[in-house]
């Protein structure tokens, strides 16, 4: 019966976090159009597009979505993990936590799969999947991967782990779906607990729920973002295995 209670109690929270989740997404879409025909100057410091930058499809919704791809979250993910856009040439390779936009499509020559649950709240949103045929979308959580053991050569993750339900299971599915000697890199966002990101992540507990992970480092701490300058008790970590 207790066991019971606290399963409810986890599913109410996790449906609690996935509203609150949707509910900031579909806000960012507005402000995305705002940003894109110039009521917005800046936007999460990106400066409104040019005309020559916009891209330019059927409605104004989409053609702010893919401009905000290219110009802001493309250019986030090389900068916050402080990688070149060949680095994963020839690999298969998953973003965990991918959101709304398959930001690791930044990366050349390599097969992206895009990990998320929230993959229909997105839909909802009004959020489109069908214009990236270079990525493979996978609608599943972090703690139950639906793919074979070794089946990925390199993951990544940007500023999602700590939205996570269950970062110990996370680890273990982590572990289980990348190849022996695969390569390993998460940008990682330590904060206090909060509705949208429940897990409050330190060096001990990362070290402790990824230790079977191999040369495992940190590449660098951050106070700032490409996109986001932190409060003075949180700092941004990358960690890595090459």
């Not at 509910?23 to 400066?47: A, R, V």
């Not at 050349?108 to 009004?126: S, T």
Request: overall charge negative; charged content about 25%.
């Amino acid at each position: 019966m207790i066991l019971k209670r606290v399963a409810d109690k986890v599913r109410r929270l996790s449906s609690s976090k996935q509203e609150a989740e949707s509910d900031f997404w579909k806000d960012l879409i507005k402000n995305l159009e705002k940003w894109y025909t110039g009521e917005l100057t800046s936007y999460y410091k990106t400066p409104n597009p040019a005309e020559t930058e916009k891209i330019k499809v059927s409605n104004l919704k989409d053609s702010s979505i893919l401009t905000w791809l290219k110009l802001h979250q493309q250019v986030k993910y090389l900068k916050d993990l402080e990688l070149t856009d060949d680095t994963f040439s020839g690999l298969k390779l998953m973003d965990i936590g991918a959101g709304p936009m398959p930001s690791a499509s930044v990366f050349r020559n390599c097969e992206v799969y895009c990990l998320e649950p929230l993959l229909h709240k997105y839909l909802e949103a009004g959020f489109p999947l069908h214009y990236y045929d270079n990525c493979r979308f996978i609608h599943a959580v972090s703690e139950n991967i639906p793919v074979e053991d070794e089946f990925f050569d390199a993951i990544i993750s940007v500023n999602a782990i700590d939205h996570v339900d269950d970062l110990r299971r996370t680890s273990l599915e982590v572990k289980r779906v990348l190849k022996r000697n695969g390569l390993f890199r998460m940008h990682v966002h330590y904060h206090k607990a909060t509705k949208l990101e429940p897990v409050e992540i330190t060096d001990e507990l990362f070290l402790q729920v990824f230790s079977w992970c191999p040369n495992l480092h940190t590449v660098s701490r951050k106070s700032s973002s490409h996109s986001t300058t932190l409060e003075a008790d949180e700092t941004f970590v990358l960690w890595s295995n090459f």
